[in-house]
């Protein structure tokens, strides 16, 4: 035997996984359940009451204060890391999630509560909406050892699809949570619902009377998403861009215009591409130390080899501020 | 319609229906079985890739899920089990890329880089193991997927090759310079052994 097989067998020879064949029966189950939900919910959701939540459509005129310290400039003290959010936003695939840094709000405990509650506040960058109000959530936990996230809702008034809302943008609305949820823990963990520490078999006409898992990423994420720069950034001379994409060959466009909308930077990153999730992209350093002083938009986009017969290519934009 | 024609057009019906009942069946079957022979050695996998067993746990757990969901095109067990490395290899990666890019970006605000690690786990003990594990975690990610499907679950070039999308030649390479690499980081653990 090889020396590394040895090692790497030891390595782990103590790992004894918890029997989770429950857990699998149990979701393998509700996914059917889920599925025959889905054909004959559309149909009984119309019937359903109205609570006359207003369902935050946000407007995405305002902007929102946004992130305005200049993010270049070194603080004495390292800000707490930020909540990766996922908004929805509008693809050629219609509305679908983007994952979102936001700054951790002043004060704020980390973890499930402060990220479910940014859920419910205006998103930074105004091209993206959340699906659900304000004072939604009233906290939420994480329980590794059982294997469980439990997300608390303030009451029982989101428990039917609301007039507007179709069944798709429900199920969006539930994938928010989530994918959301599943950031903070960093593990694939399911979510659960609950009104007061009582389980709710349903949210927004969504079954959830077992813990829901993740859709996969190419059904419901943006198929690109830019991670850095947030919005209202502030650079000088240089900066880089990253993200997540799923693009055909993984190749992602980049462009940067000035307030006119003239592209004043553009080229190709290329990464890779991976049938089941999105993958990293990222620019490379970009010099703009020639630039006046101003506001652009950086873009990325998915390569779309077909010239738009895919639907086009999807898009994600930042402003930032050259100085 | 001639009663022989008839009763052809049932029997396929029938016959239809039974390979429908068949491949739920099956995706269930298939679960179960490849559970009992596969679940710890895949989530021993995860851990060598992602450190964190609970984390890794959740990958593996969510692999069985899918390959459940995909049990019609895959109708067999030694397909059902590649695909269950296959899919814990990917989504590992997405685990980590995702804890990964948090982490650079708290890293890029902060400028210190100063982590707590967030995938110290209660469970793993001894020095040794926590070296063998931090050393993979310091390779880069091909790299360690080549290494723990090579020496953990003793695949062969084509197999590796197969399961992470990439050319035998490709292989090969990672998994020398990732050895060689390794070796080098567990130099003193290796000559423990020798001695």
């Known amino acids: 035997m090889d020396d590394l097989t040895t090692l790497l067998h030891d390595a782990v020879e103590d790992v004894e996984p918890t029997d989770r064949l429950a857990a699998i029966r149990q979701q393998t189950r509700t996914r059917r359940t889920q599925r025959w939900y889905a054909v004959g919910g559309a149909v009984l959701a119309t019937a359903a009451v109205v609570t006359g939540i207003a369902i935050a459509a946000w407007p995405s005129t305002d902007p929102g204060p946004g992130p305005s310290k200049d993010p270049t400039a070194s603080d004495s003290v390292a800000p707490d890391p930020p909540f990766p959010t996922y908004y929805v936003g509008d693809t050629p695939q219609g509305a679908r999630l983007f994952r979102y840094f936001e700054p951790a709000p002043e004060g704020a405990d980390s ?112 198929l690109v998403n830019i991670s850095n720069p947030v919005e209202g950034r502030v650079v000088e001379g240089h900066f880089s861009a990253d993200g997540l994409a799923s693009s055909f060959e993984g190749t992602v466009r980049w462009e940067l215009k000035d307030a006119g909308g003239a592209v004043v930077r553009s080229d190709y990153s290329t990464g890779t591409f991976d049938p089941e999730q999105l993958t990293e992209w990222a620019t490379g350093d970009i010099d703009v130390s020639d630039l006046p002083a101003g506001t652009y938009t950086f873009v990325a986009a998915t390569d779309d080899p077909s010239d738009g017969e895919g639907g086009g290519p999807t898009t994600d934009t930042r402003t930032i501020t050259i100085r | 319609m001639t009663w022989a024609a008839r009763q052809t057009h049932v029997t396929a019906s029938l016959a239809a229906v039974e390979v429908t009942l068949d491949a739920d069946c099956g995706a269930d079957a298939a679960v179960e079985q490849l559970y009992a022979a596969h679940w710890r050695r895949l989530v021993r996998l995860a851990v060598l890739l992602l450190r964190d067993q609970g984390a890794a746990e959740e990958v593996v757990q969510d692999a069985f899920i899918a390959m459940h969901g995909r049990w019609r095109s895959l109708r067999d067990p030694d397909k059902a089990l590649a695909y269950l490395r296959q899919t814990v290899v990917n989504r590992s990666r997405s685990a980590l890329r995702h804890r990964g890019v948090v982490e650079r970006y708290v890293a890029r605000q902060s400028r210190a880089g100063e982590l707590a690690d967030p995938a110290d786990g209660p469970a793993l003990a001894g020095d040794r193991r926590t070296a063998v594990l931090d050393a993979l975690r310091a390779l880069p990610t091909r790299q360690r997927e080549v290494l723990a499907l090579r020496y953990y679950l003793e695949l062969s070039e084509s197999e590796i090759a197969d399961a992470l999308g990439i050319s035998r030649g490709s292989v090969k390479a990672h998994a020398s310079r990732g050895s060689a690499t390794l070796r080098e980081l567990l130099a003193d653990h290796l000559h423990e052994e020798d001695l």
Do not use: C, K
């Not at chain 1, 909406?129 to 294997?147: C, K, M, Q």
């Not at chain 1, 659960?192 to 898992?213: A, C, I, K």
């Open chain 1, 111 to 222: 973890g499930v509560a402060t990220a479910l509650n940014l859920l419910t506040a205006v998103p930074s960058d105004p091209d993206y909406r959340t699906l659900w109000p304000e004072g939604a959530f009233a906290g939420g936990w994480i329980d590794y050892a059982g294997g469980l996230a439990t997300v608390l809702l303030t009451d029982g008034s989101l428990h039917d699809r609301p007039a507007g809302m179709s069944a798709a943008q429900a199920r969006l609305a539930l994938e928010q949570v989530v994918y959301t949820v599943q950031a903070q823990a960093q593990a694939l963990i399911p979510v659960r619902f609950q009104v007061e520490g009582n389980p709710v078999d349903q949210v927004y006409g969504v079954p959830t009377s077992e813990p829901l898992s993740r859709a996969p990423e190419l059904d419901v994420l943006a």
